[in-house]
């Protein structure tokens, strides 16, 4: 399984694109203002992506998608609908965005279908959603199981129990970092991931979402580049 990171930044971040995650070319999670335009460099289209799991509506997390939809379909050649997973509210919410967006496009919407289950399944992915800590917005962490590998994401968060059920013997869990010394309500820090690896059970933690403060490294965590493409569990690549 390929997992492509196509933004690893925090929403302020000068170096990074706002934090966006591909899995196997066709599975986004979250899509913020620069999704699209990463997920093309990555030479993916549009038009591949079957999921999005958003992960809660703040802009640099979702202002991606009116454009995702447009693409797929002004340009897209598949015709597949396209599954949006999210916190409660997410059709008001992408309904919202596209009205601002592109005003009397609404038809774009035709072939799009919006879950706001906890648990579910969509084109092959198992999915499983938790409330995590990010100040007053429902935001939520997910863990993902397809062909046979599992993925954890944190979305953002600040440190809370959900964190450890969601990355529970994962192969690959996605966590935030936004800060490195700070203390910023809603968001880990380096300590904050220190105390989190000494106690989960994923395999491999992987940081991101992360803002420009000079960055050590930290023992037992990897930190990708942006478009960083890393492969996670045996699965054969196709
Ligand atoms: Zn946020």
Redesign the pocket.
């Known amino acids: 399984m390929e997992m492509r990171f196509l933004g690893t930044g925090g929403?302020m971040s000068a170096r990074r694109a706002p934090a966006c995650t591909l899995i196997d070319g066709r599975i986004l999670v979250d899509c913020g203002p620069t999704g699209v335009v990463r997920l093309k460099e990555s030479g993916c289209t549009p038009d591949a992506v079957d999921a999005v799991f958003v992960?809660?509506f703040?802009g640099?997390?979702t202002f991606g998608l009116p454009f995702l939809l447009i693409e797929r379909a002004f340009r897209g050649t598949r015709g597949g609908t396209l599954h949006l997973v999210g916190p409660a509210g997410v059709e008001a919410h992408v309904r919202g965005m596209l009205d601002l967006a592109f005003p009397g496009c609404e038809e774009v919407l035709a072939r799009v279908a919006f879950h706001e289950d906890v648990a579910g399944t969509v084109r092959g992915v198992d999915w499983e959603a938790r409330a995590v800590s990010?100040g007053e917005?429902d935001?939520r962490g997910y863990r993902l199981r397809l062909d046979g590998v599992t993925l954890g994401f944190s979305?953002?968060s600040g440190p809370c129990d959900a964190l450890y059920l969601l990355s529970q013997d994962v192969d690959a869990f996605v966590l935030e970092m936004n800060c490195q010394t700070r203390s910023f309500p809603?968001?880990m820090n380096r300590d904050d991931v220190v105390a989190f690896l000494r106690r989960t059970t994923a395999r491999r933690v992987l940081l991101t979402h992360l803002d420009d403060e000079p960055r050590e490294p930290v023992a037992g965590a990897e930190i990708p580049d942006d478009l960083a493409r890393v492969l996670v569990g045996s699965s054969i690549l196709r």
């Open positions: 929403a992960t809660h703040h640099d997390h990010h917005m935001a979305g953002d809603g968001h």
